[in-house]
Structures are given as structure tokens and as C-alpha cells.
């Protein structure tokens, strides 16, 4: 899908008196510096993938990656942190992988077969190989599915697999079988597995080896060498990879720079070959004709989030003040001011996050389109011409979270609705939200293994839905939702939470923003990187090569 703007809801090239513009917001978050911001699109955005009809892919080099944050441990089991799997997931796989547009294919699982709504047997690749000459076997992977259930320290006990999907046992049927028991047929746990955050197989035995949170034995395109916290995690060439030819590269050296000016210093003087950046870095990094920038979306996307409880009564209960906020948020706006033209429209699925979303079609013309007349309308039918105050609670950090919420409360002003921000940091932000202990919070949600991680709260049998909204009532997204999570058949289950979005768009308990695009910056030596939607720099370990 395009990101070109949309028609309708265009930001005004010269703002008019009162409004913010996108440097009013940096120089408000104290963002702007010599060249900090750069007109026009960014230079030098390059796509992943070669060429049809290029040459043979060199092999060999070193690639030295920037992290944005230490991955504190890297343990296979149980950790909270992205971080963590950017550390870890060079050298751990699990049975299913995405590809890079996220859809399911086998990895140490070469098939498996679903023997009825609650047994799945996976049949593992033979010859496979751990780190320390191994084969792996179904025994490997029936000690993992245990270490994923009860995750051992340093991992954090409450992040299970059960958590996630029901496993009730693991059998090992035969040496490449394991055949996985479910408590409820659960569509839930492909996706859970190719998304590998929480799911890889390790060799059994292995904590009983090895200090998991410095150490680790996995199957993947890398061998760990060492991991020193705050500094750097070093690998090198997994010469018995499955995936004959891959990795192209000798050695893959991730180095800890939190700091974004300490990144940009470093790749300008050779120190690192890439890294992560914001928009306005990007694009001034992109003038340099040494480097390239690179850009695409993630599961990360802005939403408007009510509470919706009991004997409160409060405006936006009613369905239709809803639909008007909605209606009075011009998303173009958003993107342009805040993001400066980069971004998509998000539904409660988020843009790319495989074939579940709504298309950006479908989203602009109808659920999500600028609207201040429709708006306008509603909140008279509601009873509220007059408008109302809300506090807005947000996040501190990051700082386009401020902004957004800067630009929505001049959007709102013109249906009478007065917004104060508060913003507050993100460990108290996140306990009142876990709470419900808000009235309207601008957040985002992040990646999920399965569609339903963005539609579960909606049902009642998820406990945060009497938290947050327990005065929602619509049976059809209840079933939709309900049922989608235990069809097995995706050809059955993509219309049904396509369905549950469209209804759920109408509702409007939570009002979906934008999706924030991912900027990456690389020298011209590296090729094939890609910015990976699950956020996970997927194209280090297996496509990326090095030329001049």
C-alpha cells in the first residue's frame, strides 16, 4: 500500500493562526537543531530483496549493528524486552518462521498436521543441528515447549506460553515427532510459534549446561561468542546451518548505543554499519551519498483508548460522541505534523501485519475518513453541541506520543470537546492503564503472535475487558472474536476477524490512529536489509550481505 496522502483530510500547507505545524511540535519537544529537520521526502529510501538476474551473492564480511537498548539477558524463555530477542534471535529458531511479509512457513518444524481440534503433531527437519553439534530431535522440542511453560530465571515467571495458548502436554511420539496437546482448540499457537519471541527450541539439558542469560545453544545462522551487558553481543557463521548457502556473512557484531547521537556519530565514522533512527536523523543521514535509509511499517500503532464502565455516564459512552471524535481526528494531519508524511492509516490490526487488516482503501473512505460536518451532526444528536472536558493521559516518552496528543486536542476543540494532556512516565502510565484508572489514554499496541492479541480484549472471557470497558455490549464481535480463536482454518478465520473489525469500527471503544513507520539507516556496503515488521531486524540473520 502506498503511504502518498490521502485527498480528503490533507494538512494545510500554511497553517492558520492557532495551529501547530510539524516545527512547532519539535522545537515544543525540543527537537530541533541544525538540520534537524529536512524538507522533502527522505533520500536514498531503499527496498529489500535483489534484483531479478543479479549475480551470485558474495559471502563472508562482518556486519557491526547499532541496538537502541541493552537486551539485559539473553535467555530464550520468558523475557519481557524487545531488546532481549534482538540480543538472542541470531542464534535461536522455533518449529514455524514468518517470512518477511509475515506469512507462515516451516523452519525446524519441516510440516505438521492438525489431528483434531486439540492435537497438533509436528514432524521436525532431520540433520538439523544445534551449536554444539547435537541433532536436534523431538525430545529437544518437548524440553523447550516445558521451558516455555514455566520459564526459568532469568526469565520472568509470568510470561508463558500458557499465557498465550493452552497447552495442556507434549508427547514425543517418535525422534523427529512431538505432538502438541491443547486444553482448547487454539488457533493461536502457528502464530505464536513464528513469531519466536517466546518459543525457541534449545537442546535439552541446556540450563543445566550453560548460563542462559550471558550463554546460549541454538539452531539459528549464528553461534554465540560472547554477550557483554551495555556493550556488545559478537556471533559468528553457523557452519552447519540448515539453510544450505545462509548465512552470506562471516560475523554479525551487535553493539549497544542507546544514544541517538551517539549512533549517528558512529555510523558517519565507520564505527557501525547500521542502525535504528527517527525521521528527522534519517533523513539527514540520508544526504550522505556513503549511506542509504531504509523504511516500512511495524506492528506499532497510536490508538485513543476510553474506559466504558458501570454508573459512570460519561459522554462517550454514548456510541455516537464516539463516532464524532473519530470523525473530528484528521489522520493525514497526524501523520504529516507528527511523522512528517510517513505513516498509514491503522484499523485495530495494524497495515502489513499479514492478510488480516483492512485495506487502506477501505479504512480512508469509510471507517477513518475527516469528517468535521459528520462530526459536528453526532454531537448534536448526542446531546453534547455544547461539548465537554476529558483528561488525556500519555506517555512522556516517546515524544511523538505528546505530540499526537497535541494535535488532537486542537482537532477536537472544533467539536467542543477540551482535552488536557497530562503525560506521565511509562511505568506509571502503564499501572493505571493495567488499572483502568483513566478516562481517555493515547497509547499503541505493539506485535502480536496471532490476530487475536489485537482482538481478545473486545470479549468478555478476557479479564481486562471489565476493566477497561465492562458496559460494552455487542454479541456479534463477541462470537466473531470468540470463535476466531479457536478456527483452525484460516481461510475460515480471515473473514471473521475482518468482520469483528469492521463492526468494532463502528463501535469505536478504541479509536485506532496511525501506524509509525520504522526508519533504518545502512551503508551502501550492506545489502538486502529490510526493516522488519516484527521489529526484530529479521534481515541481519539470514539475507543480508556485504559488497565493497
Partial sequence: MSDKPAPEGAAPESPGKGELNRRDLLVKAGQVGAGAVAAGALAGSAKAGPSRGQAPVPT?????????????????????????????????????????????????????????????????????????????????????????????????????????????????????????????????????????????????????????????????????????????????????????????????????????????????????????????????????????????????????????????????HDKRVRQAVNFAINRQEIINKVYGGNGRYSGHVPPGYGPWPLSQDELKSKYLKFDLPKAQALMRAAGQSRGFSVTLTTFSTPLDFAQVASVMKQQLKRINIDVNIVAQEPGTFGSANGRGAFDWDLTARGMRGDVDGYLAEFNPSAAIFNVWYPEYRNVRVWRLVGNGKIQLDQAKRIPMYKEAQRLLLEDLVQVPLVAVTKFQVVRKRVNNMYVAFSDFNTGLHTSVYVKG
Avoid at 92 to 101: G, M
Avoid at 262 to 288: C, P, W
Fill in 60 to 316: 563472508g564480511g562482518r556486519v557491526t549493528w547499532a541496538l537502541e537498548q541493552d537486551p539485559v539477558h539473553i535467555a530464550p524463555f520468558g523475557a519481557t524486552l524487545t531488546s532481549n530477542h534482538w540480543g538472542k534471535a541470531p542464534m535461536y529458531e522455533s518449529l514455524i518462521e514468518w517470512d518477511s511479509q509475515l506469512n507462515q512457513r516451516p523452519a525446524l518444524a519441516e510440516s505438521w498436521k492438525v489431528v483434531d481440534k486439540r492435537t497438533v503433531d509436528f514432524t521436525l527437519r532431520r540433520g538439523v543441528r544445534f551449536h554444539n553439534g547435537k541433532e536436534l530431535t523431538a525430545a529437544d522440542a518437548k524440553y523447550s515447549f516445558d521451558l516455555m511453560e514455566n520459564p526459568p530465571v532469568p526469565g520472568s515467571p509470568v510470561v508463558k506460553l500458557s499465557g498465550y495458548v493452552a497447552v495442556e502436554s507434549t508427547e514425543v511420539r517418535s525422534r523427529y515427532v512431538l505432538r502438541v496437546k491443547l486444553k482448547n482448540s487454539d488457533a493461536r499457537l502457528f502464530g505464536h510459534l513464528a513469531w519466536n519471541r517466546y518459543t525457541p527450541i534449545v537442546p535439552e539439558g541446556m540450563y543445566q549446561q550453560v548460563n542462559a542469560g550471558r550463554q546460549g545453544i541454538g539452531t539459528g545462522p549464528f553461534r554465540l561468542l560472547e554477550y557483554q551487558p551495555n556493550s556488545h553481543v559478537e556471533y559468528e557463521r553457523n557452519q552447519r546451518y540448515w539453510k544450505k548457502g545462509r548465512p552470506y556473512l562471516d560475523a554479525l557484531t551487535m553493539k549497544v548505543l542507546p544514544d541517538e547521537q551517539a549512533r549517528i556519530a558512529a555510523l558517519r565514522s565507520n564505527a557501525i554499519d547500521g542502525g535504528t533512527f527517527n525521521a528527522d536523523s534519517a533523513s539527514v543521514l540520508g544526504r550522505d551519498r556513503n549511506l542509504k535509509v531504509l523504511k516500512g511499517g511495524t506492528a506499532a500503532f497510536r490508538e485513543l483508548q476510553f474506559t466504558i464502565k458501570k454508573g459512570e455516564n460519561k459522554p462517550w
